[in-house]
């Protein structure tokens, strides 16, 4: 019996690292895009002007191009008016690790926000929302605007009738956010953004951003 529980251990160990080695990978500038700041934090890459692109536009052809492009990207006012180009409280890049194992299937006209595995990616950034899924290269963008602990995500291609409504809060380096009422998707957004707690990619202080030791 001993022995049987000695070589579970590895697998065990295994299992825990597994995570935390894909969240390294997806909070790591090159994977991001980021460059150092004047303070010394990440911060995304600036861009020299952008795009405001109109409904069914094409999307690039590998996941890594279809992040890079999205940065380039503002949101589209389908029903609702862009909100002010101001920091909120929110602003910077969170991920999550999704732990199920489900095999990626190529489709034309995949379904909004796919229950897939793998590492998903939160950009907020002065009202504009990007979700990026690594394993398939899916992505949206929108509006957001934070009123105390709530934040409303509209203008999203892939409900832009649908406002999501959500309350959030801040603890030890992670977002966490409860919907009040989300119907986008059949209600696959909400699964999708509450699921899990996004773990911030930002220094926790701004030693730790200078030294890299977070």
């Known amino acids: 019996m001993a022995s049987k529980k000695h070589s579970a251990i590895p697998g065990i160990i295994t299992s825990l690292a597994l995570p935390i080695l894909f969240m390294a990978a997806a909070c790591s500038p090159s994977v991001l895009d980021t460059q150092p700041g004047p303070s010394g934090s990440s911060e995304i890459a600036p861009v020299p002007t952008a795009t405001r692109l109109p409904p069914h536009t094409p999307e690039p052809t ?41 095999e990626h299937i190529p489709c034309k006209r995949c379904p909004s926000y796919p229950p897939g595995g793998g590492i998903w990616r939160l950009h907020l950034d002065q009202g504009v929302f990007r979700v990026y899924h690594a394993l398939t290269g899916w992505v949206t963008i929108g509006s957001f605007t934070v009123s105390g602990d709530r934040i409303e995500f509209f ?25 009040v009422q989300d119907n986008c998707g059949v209600y696959l957004r909400r699964q999708n953004l509450e699921a899990l707690p996004w773990e911030s990619c930002q220094p926790p202080s701004t030693e730790a951003a200078i030294t890299n030791h977070w």
């Open 155 to 179: 203008n999203d291609p892939h409900c832009f009738q649908e406002t999501g409504l959500y309350t959030w809060r801040l603890a030890d380096g992670k977002l966490i956010l409860d919907a």
């Open 62 to 102: 590998s996941p890594t191009d279809r992040w890079s492009e999205l940065l380039h990207r503002t949101p589209y006012p389908y029903s609702t008016p862009l909100p002010p180009t101001n920091p909120t409280a929110l602003d910077g890049i969170y991920t999550k690790f999704d732990p199920r194992q489900a």
